[in-house]
């Protein structure tokens, strides 16, 4: 047996905490009508996941929870579980006891405990699936439903039979792989979409990248010319650079000793020849000032005698001999005018003044008259005389004052020409000096040009490390190359040129160094990379699931088929059990298309759309015997009844459910009917364990265990038990 016990609390009519044990392979409950005895079956229902209101008899969650009477105050909540011994993993779960409890409050909320954890109902469903137990299964059959897989349409009776098969966990594999075919499909179409998303971007990004790769590649180049090229310009600087560093100082020493010998020049120069010039230049200047004094004194002398001569001669001094006439004009015109002013003035004093400074003038004119002329032949004689012998000796002072003055030239002359040698040497030193100078010069600017090389050298190595790395340093730890020394510098400049085309096609590129975009398509390509993975997986998945989906629709087929050959076989017995003969068969359909026509509001046109039925549905043909009948629709209410009960009864014996649920099944057979109808029911318990709600007598002879449940005037049902084999025991 794997149905241990009920529990129920606050369900229905069961106010009160209820539990009903079940020890026997057929359990009975009896009761008198509205006592509460099909709450019991619908409590199986519930626990068991049923959501449909109408098959427990209510319209909401609210309607199964006990409502209060006078004695008893309302519940908040209802409550079932069930136990099931599960020794035989009847249930694909580790435990020895499986208790599975459903909750449900007043605002309608459901919880699903399994053994203490809460759980959801899908895992309730799966779990029952496997071990061929459902809520809404064959199993339970509810008051006045003997007869409802008769009055079900194909379809419906063909999933009940699906269902009595054990098809139900095949079902759920098939619904949940449907539902994962959908979502894979979706996150297909998801995926494609997210990978034309980013196709444009990834493909941007690759030319950015490609654009970068050849960039890359140039910068190898560049960094492969610039090593050879910055260890030929630096071998060749340093070399330059040590050659004029020894010119240099070979001429600086050369410019010492020619800088000595011009200074040591001009101090014998000027020691030899500077004083002496000087001081005959010096004599010659004397002397030939002083001839020239004495030759205006000649000069004064011979006019002055000339002069005196003639007046000895003229014997007549006059006047204007002596006064120039001008002279004598201008004092008339001046002292005339100095009168004419006096003329002309009424004041006393200034009259005064005006007439002394005229008589002054007066006096003076006449003294110099006086003092120039002579007075006699005799003082003109002795003048003469007088300027004769001054005449001669200025004359003979001049002669000598000459001669000296020639000798000096003379002297200057023989100074300068050795002053002139002298300084011929020192300019021949100095022209020296200056080409030693020139050269030096010439060296210092050649050395000022290579530390300009030397300057750009380090720009360009600084520069290109920020273009192409520290890998630009490898010609400092390389060898010298080949003819670095010996070539030509046009070579060094081509070389040069080269290497500026490639970085201005570096820097025209306008990448830089392109990690952010090599990384970010890095991602991107890994994401894109990643999302055609899974593009393959979900299409591997998808096709894995469209076989398993076309395996478990095999599967499900075979053993439809196959079980619903064993169905008619124990159909046959029990039909002929029941009515004596006859015969009753369960058919399948022939697959058929059926049409839904749906209007939609396009103007005046109808569209119409076409839907295949999945699955073929199942028919029922009745024989009776004794009477020609063939089709459920000419059964009287009893034949129905007996029918229904041999359909139920060949559906339990091809995949035996752990545990049926009959709830008043036989309310409608007559004695001889019942005695059949019980006998059946003993030949089930072989099977499954079963659970009868009855009020036939001959159902209750086979039962092991009754329960009789009773209402009292509070309205709470509650339960008596009864064990018949103990009760035999007690009478005998």
């Known amino acids: 047996m794997y149905l241990k016990s009920i529990e129920l609390s606050g369900f229905k009519s069961f106010g009160k905490k209820t539990e009903l044990v079940f020890g026997s392979p057929i359990v009975a409950v009896v009761g008198p009508n509205g006592s509460g005895k099909s709450n019991v079956a619908e409590a199986f229902r519930f626990v068991l996941g049923e959501q449909s209101m109408k098959s427990l008899r209510s319209k909401r969650g609210e309607d199964l929870i006990w409502g209060?009477?006078?004695?008893?105050?309302?519940?908040?909540?209802?409550?079932?579980?069930?136990?099931?011994?599960?020794?035989?993993?009847?249930?694909?779960?580790?435990?020895?006891?499986?208790?599975?409890?459903?909750?449900?409050?007043?605002?309608?909320?459901?919880?699903?405990?399994?053994?203490?954890?809460?759980?959801?109902?899908?895992?309730?469903?799966?779990?029952?699936?496997?071990?061929?137990?459902?809520?809404?299964?064959?199993?339970?059959?509810?008051q006045g439903e003997a007869d409802r897989i008769l009055n079900a349409s194909p379809r419906e009776r063909r999933e009940m039979v699906e269902d009595a098969l054990g098809l139900k966990l095949y079902q759920h594999k098939k619904v949940e792989s449907e539902r994962k075919l959908e979502e894979t499909a979706v996150n297909i179409d998801k995926t494609k979409s997210l990978r034309r998303e980013l196709a444009p971007h990834l493909n941007f990004l690759r030319q950015q990248v490609e654009k970068i790769e050849r960039v890359r590649e140039m910068k190898e180049m560049l960094a492969e010319k610039l090593n050879d090229y910055l260890a030929r310009e630096n071998a060749w600087i340093t070399q330059e650079d040590v050659h004029l560093r020894e010119i240099e100082q070979t001429l600086a020493s050369e410019l010492r000793k020619l800088s000595e010998s011009v200074s040591r020049a001009r101090s014998a120069s000027k020691g030899a020849g500077d004083g002496t010039l000087a001081e005959l230049q010096k004599k010659l200047a004397e002397r030939e000032s002083k001839l020239s004094e004495a030759h205006r004194e000649s000069e004064r002398l011979a006019r002055e005698l000339g002069r005196a001569e003639g007046a000895l001669e003229a014997n007549v001094v006059t006047v204007e001999?002596?006064?120039?006439?001008?002279?004598?004009?201008?004092?008339?015109?001046?002292?005339?005018?100095?009168?004419?002013?006096?003329?002309?003035?009424?004041?006393?004093?200034n009259l005064m003044n005006l007439i002394k400074d005229a008589n002054r003038r007066i006096k003076s004119f006449i003294e110099g008259l006086s003092g120039g002329a002579p007075v006699t032949n005799q003082e003109v004689q002795e003048q003469v005389e007088t300027l004769s012998r001054s005449l001669e000796r200025v004359q003979k002072e001049e002669g000598a004052l000459a001669e000296e003055l020639e000798n000096l030239r003379r002297n200057i002359a023989k100074t300068r020409e050795e002053s002139f040698a002298a300084e011929r040497d020192l300019v021949e030193l100095e022209v020296s000096v200056r080409e030693v100078q020139g050269k030096l010069s010439g060296v210092q600017t050649a050395r000022a040009n290579v530390a300009v090389s030397r300057q750009r050298f380090d720009d360009e190595v600084r520069e290109g490390v920020v273009l192409v790395g520290a890998s630009v340093r490898a010609w400092e730890s390389g060898s010298i190359p080949a003819g670095a020394l010996s070539e030509d510098r046009g070579a060094q400049e081509k070389r040069r040129r080269e290497i500026e085309r490639l970085k201005i096609k570096i820097e025209e590129s306008g990448v830089g160094s392109g990690e952010q975009i090599v990384r970010e398509f890095k991602q991107m390509k890994e994401r894109d990379e990643f999302l055609a993975h899974e593009l393959v997986d979900l299409e591997k998945s998808a096709a894995s699931l469209k076989d398993i989906i076309a395996e478990l629709e095999k599967t499900i087929d075979v053993r439809f088929r196959e079980g619903l050959e064993g169905i008619n076989e124990a159909l046959k017995g029990f039909f002929v059990k029941l009515f004596g003969g006859g015969e009753a068969r369960l058919r399948i359909e022939e697959p058929r298309r059926v049409f839904r026509k749906e209007l939609e509001e396009v103007g005046e046109e109808e569209e119409f759309q076409e839907e295949e039925e999945l699955y073929a549905g199942l028919t029922i043909s009745v024989s009776l015997p004794r009477k020609k009948i063939k089709g459920l629709e000419v059964l009287s209410g009893g034949e129905r009844a007996l029918t229904s009960i041999a359909l139920i009864f060949s559906m339990t014996q091809v995949n035996p459910p752990p545990f049926l649920v009959l709830d008043e099944t036989d309310a409608a057979l007559d004695e001889a009917n019942s005695k059949r109808y019980a006998d059946m029911i003993r030949e089930l318990a072989a099977k499954s364990q079963l659970i009868v709600i009855t009020h036939n007598r001959a159902t209750m002879t086979v039962a092991g265990e009754l329960y009789g449940v009773t209402m009292g005037q509070d309205g709470v049902s509650k339960l008596l038990s009864v064990k018949l084999e103990e009760a035999e025991k007690v009478v005998k």
Not at 95 to 104: K, N, Q
Not at 323 to 339: I, K, T
């Open 68 to 142: 209060g009477s006078p004695s008893l105050s309302r519940m908040n909540r209802a409550s079932v579980k069930v136990v099931f011994d599960n020794m035989k993993r009847l249930l694909d779960i580790d435990f020895v006891e499986v208790a599975i409890e459903r909750v449900v409050h007043r605002d309608g909320q459901n919880e699903y405990v399994l053994n203490g954890t809460q759980v959801r109902l899908k895992d309730v469903i799966r779990l029952l699936a496997g071990a061929n137990i459902g809520g809404s299964g064959y199993q339970i059959i509810s």
């Open 321 to 349: 001999a002596i006064v120039p006439v001008p002279h004598v004009r201008q004092f008339a015109r001046d002292l005339m005018a100095l009168l004419s002013d006096g003329e002309r003035m009424d004041d006393l004093p």
